[in-house]
């Protein structure tokens, strides 16, 4: 999985939550960030990206996945304050900061099973 978010403590949080629930989890804090590390990792269960911290755009990010027929498969959570008008349709689920730790993991947890 990979995290995107450019906030290190929110980054840490999340990566300490998934890792005790058995997840191997990579983080990126932008998106040029992220796109480097898909290029270089096997390819991740999804992704969980808040675009309004991860410092870069988030149409931006959503539209280099979106044409790389390898990359747009992946599931992506944006976990934002954004609403659903801002994220793109092919978005799998959305997390409302703030959120709780049990809302991330069962959100996770639908995805992967």
């Known amino acids: 999985m990979l995290v995107i978010d450019g906030d290190p403590d929110?980054?840490?949080?999340?990566r300490?939550?998934?890792e005790r629930e058995g997840f191997h989890v990579f983080c990126a804090a932008t998106g040029r960030e992220a796109l480097d590390l898909l290029q270089r990792m096997q390819r991740p269960s999804f992704l969980l990206l808040?675009?309004?911290?991860?410092r870069t755009d988030g149409e931006d990010l959503f539209g280099f996945l979106q044409a790389d027929a390898a990359l747009a498969t992946i599931p992506v959570v944006?976990?934002?304050?954004?609403?659903?008008?801002l994220v793109p349709p092919t978005v799998k689920r959305i997390i409302r900061k703030p959120f709780t730790l049990d809302?991330?993991?069962e959100t996770v947890r639908s995805l992967t099973r």
Do not use: I, K
Request: hydrophobic share 45%; aromatic share 0%.
């Open 10 to 14: 929110v980054s840490e949080l999340l």
């Open 16 to 18: 300490d939550a998934l």
């Open 50 to 54: 808040d675009p309004v911290t991860s």
């Open 78 to 85: 944006v976990v934002s304050t954004v609403g659903r008008d």
């Open 103 to 105: 809302e991330l993991l």
